[in-house]
């Protein structure tokens, strides 16, 4: 293929993704006024945006029903757009409990519930997850936990969310892709701890004989991050 062919393939190609990830969001996940003022909250609050993607946030919602979730644990709130899909496939006795390290974002993360009219069922919990964690032991079981929040403390995160599930609950966790870096064999030792934290839970939940795992490349941009999805087990799987 000459350089100009390899190319024009290329171009097509991106044009797909694209046009696939833009039809798929329209057909699947459509923002309404609440969801769009969620998504657009860190700009106007100079917070990140590192929010998820429609379909993940609709990922979401598929797997807290096909958990029957009822109580739902989100570990990192940002400005409340995962939370709001969550919270949205509670049943109206539901509880979503979201934990928060910063005051100025977890007040983004409650008007943005509040807008939807979901004030009564979801609630932010300020501090540092690993002390907010403990507390957390009288309300469990959840039915599904959230991580997406400080990538260096993800491995304490899944150790929590083992300890605060019951067989047949959902463990999700973003940005176990990114790149395709925390995958590399030399990630385990790397100098950077989000990538060594990353590559440990990945290797963790993929391993885990009381999980069933599978990481999907699924995100805003361009597919290179995504989740790592695990059910806890009722029983080991039988060996070999
Ligand atoms: C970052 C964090 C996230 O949770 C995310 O989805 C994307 C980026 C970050 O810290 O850079
Ligand atoms: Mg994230």
């Known amino acids: 293929m000459s350089e100009h062919d390899e190319l024009e393939a290329l171009r097509d190609q991106v044009e797909t993704r694209a046009y696939i990830d833009q039809a798929l969001t329209k057909l699947f996940a459509p923002e309404d006024e609440a969801l769009a003022?969620?998504?657009?909250?860190?700009?106007?609050?100079?917070?990140?945006?590192?929010?998820?993607?429609p379909l993940q946030g609709k990922l979401l919602q598929v797997l807290a029903l096909a958990c029957g979730a009822k109580r739902i644990l989100e570990i990192g709130a940002l400005a409340g757009y995962s939370g709001l899909w969550l919270a949205r496939a509670?049943?109206?006795?539901?509880?979503?409990?979201?934990?928060?390290?910063?005051?100025?974002?977890?007040?983004?993360?409650?008007?943005?519930?509040?807008?939807?009219?979901?004030?009564?069922r979801a609630e932010v919990?300020?501090?540092?997850?690993?002390?907010?964690?403990?507390?957390?032991?009288?309300?469990?079981?959840?039915?599904?936990?959230?991580?997406?929040?400080?990538?260096p403390s993800y491995?304490?995160?899944?150790?929590w969310a083992?300890?605060?599930?019951?067989?047949?609950?959902?463990?999700?966790?973003?940005n176990c892709i990114r790149r395709g870096v925390p995958l590399r064999e030399d990630s385990e030792s790397s100098t950077d701890p989000a990538t060594a934290a990353l590559y440990t839970y990945d290797q963790r939940v993929a391993?885990?004989?009381?999980?069933?795992?599978?990481?999907?490349?699924l995100s805003k941009d361009d597919g290179m991050d995504g989740f790592a999805i695990s059910v806890v087990r009722a029983v080991a799987p039988a060996e070999g």
């Open 37 to 53: 003022a969620a998504r657009k909250a860190p700009q106007q609050h100079d917070m990140p945006s590192i929010e998820i993607s």
């Open 90 to 120: 509670l049943p109206p006795d539901g509880r979503l409990i979201s934990l928060e390290i910063s005051e100025q974002h977890a007040a983004v993360a409650r008007a943005s519930w509040e807008r939807a009219g979901l004030g009564d």
């Open 125 to 151: 919990r300020v501090g540092p997850a690993e002390e907010l964690l403990p507390a957390l032991q009288s309300e469990a079981p959840f039915d599904l936990v959230f991580i997406d929040a400080d990538k």
């Open 155 to 159: 491995p304490t995160y899944l150790d």
């Open 162 to 174: 083992l300890k605060l599930t019951r067989p047949g609950s959902i463990i999700v966790a973003d």
């Open 207 to 217: 391993a885990d004989p009381r999980l069933l795992s599978v990481a999907l490349p």
